[in-house]
């Protein structure tokens, strides 16, 4: 459906790359959360997909439904419709300026209108409306032209749980419905929510792309430790040595261990019993996309 | 064709939505018209058509005096004054804008070649208008010389009364009916005050577009909507149109309302009426350029501006200086010679002149060709530019 290949940009000569070599394909029917912390590249790598930049090295190839009009459609981070006019109005203007008309144009608006459960608020200035319900008006004109390709730029900014999970639940409809979604964000779990693979990125690099799975299966798994009281500093020393305790670790009295392959779980915390650390709690499972990210950057997503 | 319609009807609605874009549109430049029309009004006008206020003390209480004063319009007629203090205390007071001091020994100068010494002073209020004053000492000066006229030539009216010959009066004397005063016209109207003033206000308005213009397309920009439009394909071509014809017809509904206040409220309020026997294709034609360069300018605004703070105080200090260049607030013929040829450096002069020669001179389209081809020249520049400067969008 979508290919990129070596994709380069900068915005001015004496700037680093903005996205720098840039390769992955898109596949029909599929949401690719792109994941990155502010200024990774990911709203400029939307751009240069969505035709408003041209990279300066390197190619992208869409699909014939994806070239054709509205067959793709970009919903930026930003409130980007007409705070004058009222929720159907937008609607309707979106529709016009993708040459729809009449009845079509009507059917269409109305589909948006229910899939962004916008309904009651359609005669309502969206000046008027909440912070969540522009998010769903942004991205119900996304959905007017019925695009097969969304690209959704941190879609859930700024909304409130309520509207939060009600967009995470429209883009898992998306999907259902046969279409395709790059959904970025830097928030880890909605990326984790819904899509069926990851990529990650960081100082315009995709440093990762694949299924979900497959990429948390690429980091440790990881323990995590209540003990009942304060380290003592040998102890720390030890298990930092030797056990593989992240130093700093302990927020909230918490202690992070990443276990390494091989080694079983219980053998860190005999080795913690033996130190005279009382464990009160302790979780080991799945690592989640924040470790991957930690992993592969060496600092948090939120730094 | 459906996308354009699209973005005119968005334009216009969200126009229609602007209470404060309407006000300056079209509000403020109907009422810069009915303030300046009255203000201009005696500027313009050959005869001086306020009453002045005035007293007189005479001193030289003689017929010649006595007649002098009826020969001129009548004074503030309920006020005794019993000196020259009196006649000053009023000027001082505001209560009359001149005083007339006649002294002893005028009667005795009129028939005194020789005597140099002033024995009429016109003594003015400063804030009175010049026009007036002017017009008030030219009417002493008239029937002081007619007066002296008169008492020179009294030994030749008695020989001719005795040789039974007719003798002219002072009216027939002067002459003032053989001397006509016209304006060239052909076929247009005298400039009056609203002739000058609806045109002038109304080029005015119509560069205020830059103000609803460049803000709204900079919103545009800032939210992202600009941007949308472009990944959907729409042409910037399309997007441009979008601002133009809408832009337009507010230009040409600020022309229509702009000629009906002056035709239909200036003379409520006692001012002329704007003379509208023009060839009305070159009247559309001068409206026309005139919204197509304010439009061009105001997108050239906005394609450079980052920010609307920027939009609006370029966009609106520059239309302030345009105007003040360009004869709109202050009329080109009150400007010295200088300044005159320098309103050539604002468009709106390039306009105004063009309104001027369909109302006035009563131009056709053959006559302002070359206002039409400096206004749409520009028009022509900004809109490039700013397709140029938004091609990356």
């Given at each position: 459906m979508l290919k990129l290949h070596d994709l380069r940009?900068?915005?001015?000569?004496?700037?680093?790359?903005?996205?720098?070599?840039?390769?992955?394909?898109?596949?029909?029917?599929?949401?690719?959360?792109?994941?990155?912390?502010?200024?990774?590249g990911k709203t400029t790598l939307m751009a240069l997909i969505s035709g408003l930049r041209r990279p300066q090295q390197g190619e992208i190839r869409r699909a014939p439904e994806v070239a054709a009009r509205g067959g793709f459609a970009l919903v930026p981070q930003d409130h980007a419709f007409y705070p004058m006019l009222t929720c159907r109005e937008n609607l309707e203007f979106f529709a016009g300026v993708l040459g729809l008309g009449g009845s079509t144009r009507r059917e269409r608006v109305d589909a948006a209108i229910a899939v962004a459960g916008l309904g009651a608020v359609a005669r309502q200035r969206a000046s008027q409306c909440s912070g969540g319900l522009k998010r769903r008006l942004n991205l119900a004109i996304g959905l007017v032209g019925d695009p097969q390709l969304l690209l959704l730029d941190e879609p859930t900014v700024g909304v409130d749980p309520q509207s939060r999970a009600f967009l995470l639940e429209t883009v898992r409809n998306l999907r259902t419905r046969g279409k395709t979604v790059v959904y970025t964000s830097h928030y880890m779990e909605e990326v984790q929510a819904v899509s069926d693979r990851?990529?990650?990125?960081?100082?315009?690099?995709?440093?990762?792309?694949?299924?979900?799975?497959?990429?948390?299966?690429?980091?440790?798994?990881?323990?995590?430790?209540?003990?009942?009281?304060?380290?003592?500093?040998?102890?720390?020393?030890?298990?930092?040595?030797?056990?593989?305790?992240?130093?700093?670790?302990?927020?909230?009295?918490?202690?992070?261990?990443?276990?390494?392959?091989?080694?079983?779980?219980?053998?860190?915390?005999?080795?913690?019993?033996?130190?005279?650390?009382?464990?009160?709690?302790?979780?080991?499972?799945?690592?989640?996309?924040?470790?991957?990210?930690?992993?592969?950057?060496?600092?948090?997503?939120?730094? | 064709m459906r996308p354009l319609l699209a973005v005119i009807q968005k334009e216009l609605r969200a126009m229609s939505r602007d209470l404060h874009g309407l006000l300056v549109l079209f509000v403020m430049p109907a009422v810069f018209i009915l303030i300046m029309s009255m203000a201009l009004r005696d500027t313009f006008a050959l005869r001086v058509s306020e009453k002045v206020r005035w007293q007189v003390w005479d001193a030289d209480h003689t017929a010649d005096s006595a007649k002098l004063v009826t020969q001129l319009p009548p004074p503030e007629a309920s006020v005794v004054v019993r000196g020259p203090a009196d006649v000053e205390r009023a000027l001082a007071r505001g209560g009359i804008q001149v005083g007339l001091l006649i002294d002893q020994g005028y009667s005795a100068s009129l028939a005194d070649l020789e005597s140099a010494r002033a024995v009429v002073t016109v003594l003015a209020e400063p804030g009175m208008p010049p026009a007036l004053l002017a017009a008030f000492r030219a009417e002493v000066q008239r029937a002081v010389t007619m007066q002296r006229a008169a008492k020179l030539l009294e030994p030749v009216r008695a020989?001719?009364?005795?040789?039974?010959?007719?003798?002219?009066?002072?009216e027939q004397m002067a002459g003032s009916g053989l001397v006509a005063m016209k304006f060239h016209r052909g076929a247009g109207a005298e400039l009056t005050a609203v002739q000058q003033c609806v045109p002038a206000w109304l080029v005015f308005a119509m560069f205020f577009v830059v103000i609803p213009l460049s803000t709204?397309?900079?919103?545009?920009?800032?939210?992202?909507?600009?941007?949308?439009?472009?990944?959907?394909?729409?042409?910037?071509?399309?997007?441009?149109?979008?601002?133009?014809?809408?832009?337009?017809?507010?230009?040409?509904?600020?022309?229509?309302?702009?000629?009906?206040?002056?035709?239909?409220?200036?003379?409520?309020?006692?001012?002329?009426?704007?003379?509208?026997?023009?060839?009305?294709?070159?009247?559309?034609?001068?409206?026309?350029?005139?919204?197509?360069?304010?439009?061009?300018?105001?997108?050239?605004?906005?394609?450079?501006?980052?920010?609307?703070?920027?939009?609006?105080?370029?966009?609106?200090v520059a239309n302030i200086i345009f105007g003040a260049l360009g004869g709109v607030m202050v009329p080109k013929l009150v400007m010295p010679l200088a300044m005159q040829k320098a309103t050539w450096l604002s468009p709106m002069a390039w306009g105004l002149n063009g309104f001027i020669d369909v109302f006035v001179r009563g131009a056709h389209l053959g006559g302002i060709l070359g206002p039409l081809a400096l206004l749409l020249g520009i028009a022509g520049l900004c809109l490039v530019f700013a397709g140029w400067r938004l091609r990356e969008l």
């Open positions: 940009f900068r915005y001015t000569a004496a700037d680093p790359w903005a996205v720098d070599e840039v390769s992955f394909e898109l596949r029909r029917g599929e949401v690719l959360g792109l994941l990155g912390p502010n200024g990774a990851v990529a990650i990125m960081d100082h315009g690099r995709l440093l990762c792309c694949g299924a979900l799975d497959a990429v948390l299966a690429e980091s440790n798994p990881r323990l995590l430790v209540r003990p009942a009281g304060p380290l003592a500093g040998p102890v720390r020393a030890a298990l930092i040595a030797g056990w593989g305790l992240e130093p700093g670790g302990g927020d909230g009295g918490w202690l992070s261990f990443a276990v390494p392959a091989g080694r079983p779980v219980e053998a860190v915390l005999a080795e913690l019993r033996n130190q005279g650390v009382s464990v009160i709690r302790f979780v080991y499972g799945n690592n989640n996309l924040e470790d991957v990210f930690l992993k592969l950057t060496h600092r948090s997503l939120r730094d | 020989m001719a009364q005795e040789d039974h010959r007719p003798w002219p009066t002072l709204i397309f900079i919103q545009e920009k800032q939210q992202g909507t600009l941007p949308r439009l472009r990944s959907l394909r729409v042409p910037m071509a399309t997007l441009l149109a979008g601002k133009v014809i809408p832009f337009y017809l507010v230009n040409l509904g600020q022309t229509a309302l702009m000629l009906l206040v002056g035709r239909f409220v200036v003379p409520l309020l006692g001012g002329d009426t704007l003379w509208l026997d023009v060839d009305w294709l070159a009247l559309w034609a001068v409206a026309t350029a005139v919204s197509l360069a304010a439009i061009g300018f105001a997108l050239a605004i906005a394609a450079v501006a980052r920010t609307t703070e920027q939009a609006t105080t370029v966009g609106g």
